[in-house]
């Protein structure tokens, strides 16, 4: 080392590595473009290394700036809790938290609660990414990543979100029209709504199988949106995670008790920055917000109904 580092330098090291990008860094730390690039060559002169390599899609860390990310992610942890344990916590977070989730989680159950959470964080901007499938994902596409299959990796800090039931829905109009269902075997005699069979990348997608084998949707959506949309328009049945449809009111569960399935949200976030203050505070919020919907995301409506 050459000279001693000026330790505010390692909170735009921070965003760089986190946002892949000079213009994304200064806004996560409310800097110029000059500002940012300015204090990263300082903080590389006084630590005599390369930490980052430019590339097309902007600034990949090198194996040093890859060591020093995960050193300057604990002292920042620290930092924070430091800071809320002298009354920090009153001036409020700032800069950007980003979140991907799946679409039925993230538009049907997210995007309404993380409006509250940003009134609440004036300071903090939310980027919520509504995905129909998860991908490998850096540190700079994603903050926090909500999923039915957690990936297998050690880089990612894994959690159990919470987990939800779904039922065979229909309409009422639907149903009248159509044969009588007493049991699973009876839904052959319908048609159905679901994932296009190449795009189902889970087998806890693969709903109509373990319903009933040999189910198979004629009309198949890669988004769950559509496939609703189109049960409630009379065409079919559909199988829907209880919390989603509970919004439209036209849809009726066919034998709850007996047919139904369950599945688990989970939460991953990346190592470095699992104890960020930014992240903490989404995954509380979040997973509070999962708590008091329990029995919503369980469908408990359906089942307390006469059979």
């Not at 609440?120 to 901007?125: A, I, V, Y």
């Not at 079919?236 to 949200?265: D, M, N, Q």
Request: charged content about 25%; glycine content about 6%.
């Amino acid at each position: 080392m050459k000279n001693s580092f000026d330790w505010n330098d390692l909170r735009y090291f921070l965003a760089v590595a986190r946002a892949g990008t000079i213009s994304q860094a200064g806004r996560m730390t409310a800097a110029d473009h000059a500002t940012v690039a300015r204090r990263i060559s300082a903080l590389e002169v006084a630590l005599d290394t390369q930490l980052f390599v430019r590339n097309a899609r902007g600034y990949s860390l090198t194996r040093q700036g890859e060591r020093l990310l995960e050193n300057a992610g604990r002292i920042e942890a620290e930092a924070g809790k430091l800071e809320e344990q002298l009354g920090g916590r009153n001036q409020g977070a700032s800069g950007i938290v980003k979140i991907s989730a799946l679409e039925g989680i993230g538009n049907f159950f997210l995007a309404k609660r993380l409006s509250h959470f940003a009134v609440k964080h004036p300071r903090l901007s939310v980027e919520l990414l509504t995905i129909q499938q998860v991908i490998a994902m850096s540190r700079r596409d994603t903050d926090i990543i909500i999923t039915l299959s957690p990936p297998d990796t050690r880089k990612l800090v894994l959690e159990k979100l919470t987990d939800y039931r779904l039922f065979v829905f229909g309409t009422e109009t639907y149903l009248r029209s159509k044969p009588l269902i007493n049991s699973a075997q009876d839904l052959k005699k319908h048609d159905f709504t679901g994932y296009i069979d190449e795009l189902v990348f889970t087998r806890g997608l693969d709903y109509l199988n373990e319903v009933e084998p040999n189910l198979r949707a004629r009309l198949q959506c890669s988004s769950l949106h559509a496939q609703m949309e189109a049960a409630c328009a009379g065409y079919g049945l559909c199988i829907l995670p209880a919390f989603i449809a509970c919004h439209r009111k036209e849809l009726v569960p066919i034998l709850p008790h007996s047919l139904s399935l369950r599945r688990t949200y989970w939460t991953a976030v990346h190592t470095d920055i699992a104890a960020s203050r930014n992240v903490r505070l989404a995954l509380n919020f979040i997973r509070k917000e999962a708590a008091l919907a329990k029995t919503v995301f369980l469908g408990e409506h359906y089942l307390t109904k006469p059979r």
